[in-house]
């Protein structure tokens, strides 16, 4: 069997967690799988590796540089002692040496007093790249082969869009040629996270990004299966940290997960579907802590399923931006010039609402995209396509998932009725042409409440539908 195997940073953040992910691997290497892991940063080092990069800029506090750096080598050198004592001094160097260049740069950064996206994708970057060495050296302390490529190396191969990097199809022979004689007689260890563009600039997937590195390798390689390992027994019916009762989902199609992790569950990378939809190639979704239980698999979901919702995710904080003005009512185009506007200026708009009177529109974006939304907008406004533009930013997006809601009635009458049972107003409502998703607004304090009343409503605590 060909498998790819992600481990995300809670399964790789200690000795103890190392160890588990090496016996994992050393079960399927004994059985003579043919074998690619993909690894996160340790858990928390991206936040502090941006938080630190930031603050060259900002607070410009050059000792946070010494701060992080004792907090990497501290870290991950403890970690590697106990996993790879044989392996000890190659390694440390490895990472010592990382870590030093790290540093050299976080300083040029604050010498520049400016962090470009490209710094920026750099300095993130690291985590996976101080972790990939440990993870290596520990798989061959246990006897198993194993050599480090970071994503640039294995030839993940992305578009310019720092921060949210998408894969070129022009990458997968390059992953191909690359990979396919190394996992013949090893097991590599690649950094997720990253890839680099055609002339080999540094760039990241997007937060949570090796989820889609992993996904990315193994539709290249077109791997049997591609096993995602994290901190929780697999897909659940919600964020188990909102609801208690959230129950494990045993098997889940490629759409669904991709309106949930869309929606806000940080279970997966949302981008992380595509390339194992397209190849058809089965996702599963298991605990390292508890590596028995079967866990979710993501498939086509050919089989059909009595369950008419599956989930229901929510995003903490988003913005509806709402348009407003006679003018824009029967005036063809507005819509095309809204939306170039935003596109223009990376902006992405999750949701869309437009009243029949089409007196008003209101668009759901991400929070933190508010100001330049209204920055991209305002020419239209000074050239009075519209009357006004106001944002509300105490808003959360609840989002109630399932194929079986295609073509049934009723799914919306339920969801609406039971919040307004529950005293909670609903500010925006949208459905999806697929139909696998009935996405709505909240007021941000109700957001919580929302998700625990539908989550109810629709008995996902249940295995019964
Ligand atoms: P990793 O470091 O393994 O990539 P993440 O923290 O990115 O792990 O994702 C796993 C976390 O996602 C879980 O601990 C859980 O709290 C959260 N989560 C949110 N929504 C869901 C969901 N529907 N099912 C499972 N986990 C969820
Ligand atoms: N380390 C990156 C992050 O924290 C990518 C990942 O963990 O998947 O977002
Ligand atoms: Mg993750």
């Known amino acids: 069997m060909k498998l790819i195997m992600k481990f995300g940073g809670t399964s790789v953040q200690n000795a103890e967690s190392v160890r588990r992910a090496v016996d994992i691997v050393y079960e399927r290497y004994s059985r003579q799988d043919r ?6 940063a ?7 590796l941006i938080a630190c990069a930031e603050s060259m800029v900002t607070s410009r506090d050059a000792d946070e540089v010494a701060d992080l750096v004792t907090y990497l080598t501290e870290g991950h050198l403890t970690t590697l002692k106990e996993v790879a004592p044989d392996f000890y001094p190659e390694t440390s160097e490895i990472i010592i040496r990382r870590i030093e260049n790290l540093r050299d740069f976080l300083h040029a950064v604050y010498h520049l007093r400016e962090l470009t996206v490209r710094s920026r994708d750099y300095i993130t970057s690291f985590g996976e790249r101080l972790n990939a060495p440990l993870i290596s050296a520990a798989f061959r302390q246990r006897g198993i082969p194993s050599m480090v490529l970071d994503g640039c190396e294995a030839g993940i191969l992305t578009t310019e869009n720092h921060g949210d990097a998408i894969a070129l199809p022009a990458g997968e022979a390059r992953i191909r040629s690359r990979l396919e004689p190394v996992i013949e007689h090893s097991v590599p260890v690649i950094t997720g996270f990253m890839g680099c563009t055609e002339k080999g600039v540094v760039t990241t997937l997007g937060r949570s990004g090796s989820d889609y590195s992993a996904t990315i390798v193994g539709a290249a390689l077109d ?4 096993w995602i390992w994290t901190d929780v027994d697999g897909i659940m019916t919600t964020d188990p940290r909102m609801v208690p009762e959230a129950r494990v989902i045993p098997r889940i199609s490629y759409i669904e997960v991709m309106e949930l992790s869309y929606f806000g569950a940080k279970v997966m990378h949302s981008r992380s579907i595509e390339p194992a939809m397209q190849k058809g190639i089965p996702v599963l979704v298991k605990n390292a802590n508890n590596p028995g239980y079967p866990g979710t698999v993501i498939d086509g979901g050919e089989k059909k399923d009595s369950r008419v919702v599956k989930a229901i995710t929510y995003i903490d904080k988003v913005a ?8 824009m009512v029967g005036r063809p185009g507005v819509a095309r010039h809204i939306f170039s506007l935003l596109a223009e200026h990376q902006i992405n708009v999750m949701m869309i609402s437009q009243g029949s009177s089409e007196a008003n529109i209101t668009l759901v974006i991400e929070a933190n995209q508010v100001a330049l939304a209204m920055e991209a907008l305002s020419p239209l406004k000074e050239r009075c396509v519209f009357r006004d533009i106001t944002a509300n930013e105490d808003v959360s997006a609840v989002a109630v998932v399932g194929s079986g809601m295609a073509g049934m009635a009723g799914t919306a ?5 039971a919040l307004g049972k529950a005293g909670i107003n609903v ?3 949208t459905q999806g042409s697929s139909e696998v998703n009935i996405s709505f607004i909240v007021r941000q304090q109700d957001g919580p409440r929302a998700v625990k009343v539908l989550h109810d409503e629709f008995n996902l605590m249940n295995d019964e539908g």
Do not use: N
């Open 35 to 40: 074998l690619a892991v993909v690894v996160s």
């Open 42 to 48: 340790r858990r928390g080092v991206t936040d502090r």
């Open 223 to 226: 791997a049997d299966e591609i």
């Open 320 to 327: 509806a931006v709402t348009i407003t003005g006679a003018q």
């Open 413 to 417: 009458g339920r969801t609406f009725s």
């Open 427 to 429: 500010m925006m409502i």
